[in-house]
């Protein structure tokens, strides 16, 4: 055989042996060196990832860093079923969808689902009442609610009806908003021999909702038939803005969504004649801190949602706000101050959003009546655990 031939052939099975070696178990020097070569590069990728991706964490997830994006939707269209619902459309559906947008960029899952009932008498107006004025105070409810005329005299009141008059102010402007927003009680007042007075009759005092108690049903000013539009417009709004709430929320973000709502409709303005009441605040857009917080105890009746009142004195002026409850305790809500703050989606908004009295009182409230706080901390957005 030629030899060159034979050194050919010699060649290409050594070649063939050196790839077989290399293709089994056997290449093992190959595999370590591929296997460290894999190893290095991987290692550079995954350290430059996850780099980038505690990074977009940090930023994007809460506790937040900086204030997040907001990616605004819009509400669906839909067939209104009469004119004032398309009225109470109108007037609601920015601040609803705004809302809406807020909560799903600031959803917090870290809170309890665990919700309280809403309890008419938190506050502990109605148990003040003795039995005559409960019964008196329940038939003048009944007949605001109705559109209906009631009066009452001394002589057919068992107890004294002077008394009666004034023990009714609290429960009927803070348990019934809506009704105080054009429904009121008023007295003539009789002088005695011994200079005392008295009050008889007691009856009712229709206004137009949006002037307040300066235009009467009784002076021809306003018309029944304009009280009962704005009162159905009131329930409408409400019940159209607890009816978007996104489902699943924790308690903690059904009241920021219902929170977010008030604080996108409203400006605190003192100058509107209705600015103290709730129909003032969701209707007409404009309120003071009665307004604002008598509009809130609505919307969290209508969720279901436990709610109460607490007044203070910050920097000796007169004011009123409102009182939530999880299942860590009580908390001090104070929209009006929210809105002064920024928008709900910002930080300083929930400096006076869910905060404990201690807080509360390192920012400038003080307390004379009202519920107490019983909670401690409960983390907003932009804070940890």
């Not at 920015?94 to 919700?115: E, G, L, Q």
């Amino acid at each position: 055989m030629n030899i060159k031939r034979v050194l050919t052939l010699s060649l290409a099975v050594l070649l063939i042996c050196v790839i077989a070696f290399q293709a089994t178990s056997c290449g093992l020097v190959a595999d370590y060196i591929n296997s460290l070569a894999t190893l290095d590069s991987t290692d550079e990728v995954t350290t430059e990832v996850t780099e980038e991706t505690t990074s977009q964490v940090t930023e994007n997830a809460i506790p937040f860093v900086k204030t997040p994006d907001i990616e605004f939707v819009k509400l669906p269209s839909e067939q209104f079923a009469d004119s004032i619902e398309r009225e109470a459309s109108k007037i609601i559906d920015d601040a609803i969808a705004k809302a809406i947008s807020y909560v799903n960029a600031m959803r917090d899952d870290r809170h309890s689902n665990v919700s309280f009932s809403f309890d008419e008498d938190a506050n502990g107006y109605l148990a003040k009442l003795t039995p005559e004025q409960k019964d008196l105070y329940d038939r003048f409810i009944c007949a605001g609610k109705n559109f209906n005329h009631l009066s009452v005299t001394d002589k057919e009141y068992k107890g004294d009806l002077k008394k009666a008059y004034f023990a009714l102010y609290e429960p009927m402007t803070y348990c019934e908003p809506s009704l105080a927003s054009y429904f009121t009680l008023d007295a003539t007042s009789h002088l005695n021999q011994d200079m005392t007075t008295y009050y008889s009759p007691v009856f009712d005092r229709y206004f137009d909702p949006d002037h307040d108690g300066n235009t009467e049903l009784s002076t021809g000013q306003v018309t029944m038939e304009k009280i009962k539009h704005d009162a159905t417009l009131l329930d409408r709004v409400v019940k159209r803005i607890v009816r978007f709430m996104p489902e699943g929320l924790s308690t903690y973000d059904k009241y920021y969504y219902l929170a977010a709502v008030l604080s996108e409709r409203v400006s605190y303005d003192k100058r509107p004649d209705n600015c103290y009441t709730a129909y003032g605040a969701l209707i007409g857009g404009k309120a003071v801190c009665e307004g604002y917080t008598g509009a809130y105890y609505l919307l969290c009746r209508e969720a279901g949602l436990w709610c109460a009142y607490r007044n203070g004195q910050p920097s000796g002026v007169g004011h009123t706000w409102n009182m939530v409850k999880l299942d860590s305790g009580i908390y001090n809500v104070d929209i009006t101050w929210c809105d002064g703050y920024g928008k709900p989606y910002e930080r300083d908004w929930y400096d006076c959003f869910m905060k404990s009295d201690d807080s509360f009182e390192s920012d400038g409230h003080s307390f004379t009546s009202g519920v107490k706080g019983t909670g401690s901390f409960e983390p907003c957005p932009y804070e940890g655990k």
